[in-house]
């Protein structure tokens, strides 16, 4: 089977994260970037069903130069091999945007499956698995927390708020997981070796006949106006009970509106 997992970059979600005031854009350069931890969930559920029906698996990144570190550290984890799309053209594109060049991409592949993470922890729109299949015209199964595949049939257990729900669909199809699917492997020190000798195919927007003014900023069909920081939390009120204790309580609930 021939298994493609989307790999994103991202400011690590455990830093102080910002937007650069020049164009209110995610700012990534001085950040310390890592892999998106959903997407390593879905390098792992890549890599079992390599392990159980054999295959290929293919590591699929947008970004800039140094998205490169994160495919590294994909690949120390097993898979085969990588695509680094990159273009200075990309930089301040959508989710629209990016889905038109992520399809262009896998257009080349010839996937059976892509497996991605349920969200990214710079974005958390959760919408690229749908537009991906929509772009491509295949089957989407989101937010899995199971995945059995047999032959070309796969079956998923769909995550909701009540429990799960049982969809089924066969390939090529998108898949995109939860952290509730399994757990991550650490890369070996062999891993890690041998993840410097795998191929990295490198894809302009001209190689994927993308044109640059459909992407970017000059392409976006959303954008962040204005920003500013969370303003530091202040003290809360105190209620000192002097015999009307309750009463002060239910005032302030009513004028905050809880009650």
């Not at 491509?136 to 079956?155: E, Y």
Request: glycine share 8%; charged share 25%; hydrophobic share 40%.
């Amino acid at each position: 089977m021939n298994i493609v997992v989307l790999v994103k970059q991202v400011p690590d979600s455990g830093a102080e994260r910002t937007l650069s005031a020049s164009d209110n854009t995610v700012e990534r350069g001085s950040a310390n970037n890592v892999i998106n931890e959903m997407d390593e969930y879905a390098i792992e559920e890549a890599l079992k069903i390599k392990e159980a029906h054999g295959g290929e698996v293919t590591v699929l990144t947008m970004g800039p130069e140094r998205a490169a570190e994160s495919i590294r550290k994909a690949l120390s984890m097993g898979p085969d091999k990588a695509v680094h799309v990159q273009d200075d053209a990309l930089h301040g594109s959508c989710a629209v945007a990016t889905s038109k060049v992520l399809a262009a991409a896998l257009g080349t592949l010839n996937a059976d499956l892509i497996i991605c993470g349920a969200e990214s922890t710079d974005g958390r729109v959760q919408v690229m698995p749908h537009m991906l299949a929509e772009r491509l015209g295949i089957a989407a199964l989101t937010g899995a927390r199971k995945l059995t595949v047999d032959g070309s049939q796969l079956t998923a257990e769909r995550q909701t708020d009540e429990g799960y729900e049982v969809v089924t669909a066969a390939t090529p199809a998108v898949v995109s997981v939860w952290d509730t699917i399994n757990e991550p492997r650490y890369p070996s020190f062999k891993g890690i070796m041998a993840a410097k000798k795998k191929p990295v195919q490198s894809l302009s927007l001209a190689d994927l006949g993308v044109p640059a003014d459909e992407v970017g900023h000059a392409g976006a069909t959303s954008a962040v106006v204005e920003f500013a920081k969370r303003p530091p939390r202040s003290a809360g009120t105190k209620v000192t009970d002097e015999g009307n204790g309750g009463a002060q309580l239910v005032e302030f609930l009513a004028t905050e509106k809880f009650v």
